[in-house]
């Protein structure tokens, strides 16, 4: 999983999103984003979804600073939920 993005409109490094490439089922799969105040801020249930750095209904800009992401998945294997959380850096 990315640790920081850089969503400022150049080409380069605009979403972030964790990089699964294989046995986990898509169909089982939870990100949530908040903020340094535990507001959910994005949350997705598609694996190839990428947040852009934006928040609300009209899509604000989210302040630089540090986000705590939150990702639930099922591996094809097992019925196990696997839970993992960790930070990234937004950086405009």
Same mark, same amino acid.
């Given at each position: 999983?990315?640790?920081?993005?850089?969503?400022?409109? /150049? &080409?380069?490094?605009?979403?972030?999103?964790?990089?699964?490439?294989?046995?986990?089922?898509?169909?089982?799969?939870? !990100?949530?984003?908040?903020?340094?105040?535990? &507001? !959910?801020?994005? &949350?997705?249930?598609?694996?190839?979804?990428?947040?852009?750095?934006?928040?609300? &209904?009209?899509?604000?800009?989210?302040? /630089?600073?540090?986000?705590?992401?939150?990702?639930?998945?099922?591996?094809?294997?097992?019925?196990?939920?696997?839970?993992?959380?960790?930070? !990234?850096?937004?950086?405009?």
């Amino acid at each position: 999983v990315p640790n920081t993005f850089t969503p400022d409109q /150049d &080409e380069f490094n605009q979403t972030w999103g964790p990089v699964f490439t294989q046995g986990f089922d898509p169909y089982n799969f939870e !990100l949530y984003i908040f903020n340094r105040w535990g &507001e !959910l801020i994005w &949350e997705s249930h598609d694996a190839a979804a990428r947040w852009d750095g934006t928040y609300g &209904e009209n899509n604000s800009h989210c302040q /630089d600073g540090t986000y705590t992401w939150r990702i639930i998945f099922k591996p094809k294997e097992t019925d196990e939920r696997i839970q993992l959380n960790g930070h !990234l850096t937004l950086l405009r």
